[in-house]
């Protein structure tokens, strides 16, 4: 079939370049790296109050109800997994793209190519993260030290970047260091 029949298939693939350069815009990943394990545990404390606040609860249920209330103990592990994926598919989902503890941190999560995360992104995102760690062991987070956009591994896999929000950048930008 030559290249110029009307009837051979020829999809267009809209590959899209790197949105953030960190050539062009150092300010954008000056300081990601300490700032983003900062993050990660403040949501980490986020994440675990409430399934420690059911875990007590669960506990002092059982003793009121001479044990039976500890057959409720099957549903934390389910729980917790269902309300760390809503956690962070509805905040990187949000408008500031951002868990809470990144926000505080003044990051944001990007696609690649710029775009704002999505519900199902941010979900995935810890579902990767949480795999890679478990199978691959922490070491895997070594990896940000030989990109230039100091990327993770489940990063890399899915297209996202972390970044400063616009504000801190700004900030950086012009020279001053935030407090």
């Known amino acids: ?16 370049p790197h949105a953030y350069d960190p050539v062009s815009n150092p300010e954008r990943f000056e300081g990601v790296l300490p700032r ?13 109050v409430p399934v420690a ?3 007590l609860f669960v506990l002092i249920f059982g003793f009121f109800t001479f044990g039976l209330g500890w057959l409720l103990f099957w549903l934390l592990y389910p729980g917790a997994v ?20 990144m926000r505080v941190m003044d990051l944001e999560m990007r696609t690649w190519y710029g775009e704002p995360c ?13 795999l890679s760690i478990s199978i691959l ?7 940000c030290f030989f990109n ?3 990327r993770l591994l489940h990063d890399l896999l899915l297209g996202t970047v972390v970044i400063n929000n616009e504000s801190r950048a700004l900030i950086l930008r012009q020279g001053r260091v935030p407090a």
């Open 1 to 16: 079939m030559p290249a110029s029949d009307p009837n051979r298939f020829n999809p267009a693939i809209d590959v899209k």
């Open 36 to 48: 983003r394990v900062v993050a990660f545990l403040i949501d980490l404390v986020i994440i675990a």
């Open 53 to 55: 606040s059911a875990a």
């Open 82 to 101: 269902i309300w760390t994926l809503l956690y962070y598919g509805f905040t990187l989902g949000s408008p500031a793209s951002a868990t809470i503890g």
């Open 118 to 130: 999505y519900f199902v992104l941010g979900a995935v995102h810890a579902v990767v993260f949480y």
């Open 137 to 143: 062991t922490p070491l895997v987070l070594l990896i």
């Open 148 to 150: 230039a956009r100091r």
